[in-house]
């Protein structure tokens, strides 16, 4: 009996491929980007927006983080906030330095399908990470779609993502409004939670397909806030950010009901994640 050959996983699913970091930006007081790229020299493969990476800090452990880069652009970015032990040691990088990637991963925001309708972007905090490459998608395509808007949230001014950039998105022909929950001196925009914003967001609630991402209460607010509008539950694309740890649907630590989040989503319809995140969990 010949014996089988041994299975030898390909690097990008289950083997880390090395990156070299070459740029690290802050975004906020604890919330960098990272700008990558394959250390072998040899491209990586496209990816679609809301799909993710496997980013593993040497020695320490990897985390799932979604690109919030142009999926146009062959560099990858990928917008970290500093809230554990892998994800203070990948903010901490410099430049030079190797992180391990495994990817892209994952269901996507379905760009594919947002022709001629109504577009609403509703972030909450970094959940404008994995919203940006859509963005940059939407810009490029800004002809094919109808109405833009996107609708931003942040704790405070202060802890506003890209804020640099929401000019340069409202000159390309996106409704862009903004709140905080807590003002800061100088602040004279909106202060209240983003889904305070939604009622008077100029959209048609039955052309609209919205995509949303952010906490997981925040989401549950905004799509309650959507449905109430009249937008139809598979026409709300939410964003997952589950316990991931293999990324192929292997070990079940992000299983949510019958769905891996991991290879079933991160984005999946409010029509199918709403029930299962009204669920209590022990």
């Not at 602040?187 to 949303?212: I, M, N, Y």
Request: hydrophobic residues 45%.
């Amino acid at each position: 009996m010949t014996a089988a050959a041994p299975v030898v996983a390909a690097p990008g699913t289950v083997v880390p491929r090395p990156f070299q970091v070459l740029e690290v930006r802050r975004e906020t007081p604890d919330t960098f980007t990272l700008a990558i790229e394959p250390a072998d020299g040899k491209p990586r493969p496209p990816f679609e927006p809301g799909q993710f990476d496997m980013v593993y800090a040497f020695g320490v452990g990897e985390v799932p983080i979604s690109m919030s880069s142009d999926p146009a652009v062959p560099l990858v970015l990928h917008t970290i906030r500093d809230v554990g032990a892998v994800t203070h040691a990948l903010c901490r990088c410099e430049p030079g330095d190797v992180v391990g990637v495994r990817g892209p991963f994952g269901s996507t925001w379905g760009m594919d399908t947002l022709g001629g309708r109504d577009v609403v972007v509703v972030a909450g905090g970094i959940g404008l990470a994995p919203l940006r490459p859509a963005i940059h998608h939407l810009l490029a395509h800004r002809d094919e779609v109808n109405r833009v808007v996107l609708l931003v949230g942040a704790r405070t001014p202060s802890d506003l993502c890209f804020g640099d950039q929401l000019d340069e998105w409202r000159a390309g022909g996106i409704d862009v409004e903004v709140t905080v929950d807590y003002a800061e001196a100088g602040w004279t925009g909106t202060v209240g939670l983003v889904t305070t914003l939604l009622p008077k967001a100029p959209f048609r609630p039955a052309d609209t397909v919205a995509l949303v991402c952010g906490p997981e209460g925040m989401m549950k607010g905004v799509a309650k806030g959507l449905l109430a509008r009249g937008v139809a539950a598979e026409r709300i694309r939410v964003s997952l950010e589950r316990n991931m740890k293999c990324a192929v649907a292997q070990c079940g630590h992000c299983q949510l009901g019958p769905a891996f989040v991991c290879h079933d989503g991160p984005v999946l319809p409010w029509s199918t994640v709403g029930p299962l995140l009204e669920v209590a969990e022990r």
